[in-house]
């Protein structure tokens, strides 16, 4: 079993970047597939970003695609989302999650942390 807890979330003028942490308990981390997924008031969860068990680029939605980085830190436990040049429609309490299998679809992870309300004002 996985625990996880983000932090990093804040209020920032639009343009501005964040930096989301999601520290996870476990010595099975560097096993799980993580991801980033993200609600806004009166919407759905959806997907922001992914990256495998061991690293590497990551898949990103087209809304996040060359402002946000994914990466992880396994020898630290720590899961990671770089976001830059925020826009007002990136508002929303962000969440990270961890998987068995690597997946862009919430329904296949199985962990999740308590999310961190990022706002980004105009």
């Known amino acids: 079993q996985v625990q996880l807890v983000e932090s990093g979330g804040g209020l920032v003028q639009a343009g501005g970047s964040l930096r989301l942490s999601c520290a996870a308990s476990?010595?099975?981390?560097?096993?799980?597939?993580m991801g980033w997924f993200r609600q806004a008031p009166g919407k759905e969860r959806d997907f922001v970003a992914a990256?495998?068990?061991?690293?590497?680029?990551?898949d990103y939605a087209d809304s996040v695609k060359g402002r946000f980085t994914i990466s992880r830190d396994n020898a630290k436990n720590t899961l990671y989302l770089q976001m830059n040049s925020l826009k007002p429609e990136d508002t929303a309490v962000y969440y990270c999650?961890?998987?068995?299998?690597?997946?862009?679809?919430?329904?296949?992870?199985?962990?999740w942390g308590q999310g961190t309300q990022v706002t980004v004002s105009s």
């Open positions: 999650a961890a998987a068995r299998s690597y997946s862009l679809v919430s329904y296949e992870y199985s962990y």
């Open positions: 476990g010595r099975t981390f560097s096993s799980y597939a």
């Open positions: 990256i495998v068990w061991s690293g590497g680029n990551g």
